[in-house]
């Protein structure tokens, strides 16, 4: 059987919090898959899901560190050999095997070919989406789900940011961008990544609205206390997260950074 799900609606999932999560790619061509689908939906990841293995990689053009779960059994190519085309493609990228057959050659070999997880249809989906968000920091550099960098921490599992002791006051949105910039460092991150991130790759948005997602998002900042440049445009390329060794004195105020009314720091109301 072929479950043609190329173009999946636009959907915003939601946790049990009434926050979206991180983007899955993944191939969709089972009952199982179908039913995994509906799974991490319901855990509040949003998914893409490929009707078959020519378009999981199709789709790997607009996502820039995709979360990808490949089916043991795809229509038009071996798993095995798709596998590590994806990891040849994009080495930093997190690969789980979803193995209908739940057979162990299948899934030494798995892990032999580079997948970072090897997950089965009768797990349950708290522990499957346990394991893609340990896979996903794991590939980002770091040992769990609290990132610290510089005075800057991340608590994944709460979907909150600090900088330093403050709370960064952010909308699901703002935060979902602050993510993956941050598991991107020290590579940017382009609008159209971000944009696939955030509306997946069969509907978007302008790019422009991407841009001021992410002035808001340094004005949220600033008023948390952390300097506006702590999110850097790199031309031609998108955003990412600067080190913080080079965020010492004053630099001058960009010209793309535009603020929402609940962010607007005061010391900059007269210039507003």
Request: glycine share 6%; hydrophobic share 45%; net charge negative.
């Amino acid at each position: 059987m072929c479950v043609d799900l190329r173009a999946t609606p636009r959907r915003r999932s939601t946790t049990s919090q009434g926050v979206t999560e991180m983007r899955i790619l993944m191939s969709v061509t089972t009952w199982d898959a179908v039913r995994l689908q509906a799974d991490l939906q319901g855990q509040g990841f949003l998914v893409t899901a490929a009707g078959d293995g020519t378009a999981v990689f199709e789709s790997l053009i607009l996502l820039g560190r995709p979360i990808v779960i490949l089916e043991t059994n795809l229509p038009d190519m071996l798993w095995a050999e798709s596998l590590v085309k994806l990891r040849q493609a994009k080495r930093n990228m997190s690969i789980l095997v979803l193995d209908s057959h739940n057979r162990d050659a299948d899934r030494i070999k798995a892990f032999e070919l580079g997948a970072d997880e090897v997950i089965s249809p009768q797990m349950d989906a708290r522990e499957i989406a346990a394991r893609i968000r340990a896979v996903t920091v794991r590939r980002a550099g770091f040992s769990g789900p609290n990132l610290n960098i510089g005075p800057m921490r991340l608590r994944m599992e709460e979907r909150r940011a600090y900088w330093g002791p403050q709370q960064i006051d952010m909308t699901p949105t703002q935060y979902n961008i602050f993510e993956t910039i941050c598991l991107a460092s020290p590579y940017s991150v382009s609008k159209l990544v971000i944009m696939a991130e955030l509306y997946g790759i069969e509907e978007g948005c302008d790019p422009f609205s991407i841009r001021v997602f992410v002035s808001n998002l340094r004005g949220r900042l600033m008023a948390a206390g952390a300097p506006w440049n702590v999110i850097e445009t790199v031309p031609s390329r998108g955003y990412r997260l600067a080190q913080f060794e080079a965020l010492e004195g004053i630099m001058p105020v960009p010209d793309d950074l535009y603020y929402d009314e609940d962010a607007r720091p005061e010391v900059l109301s007269e210039a507003a």
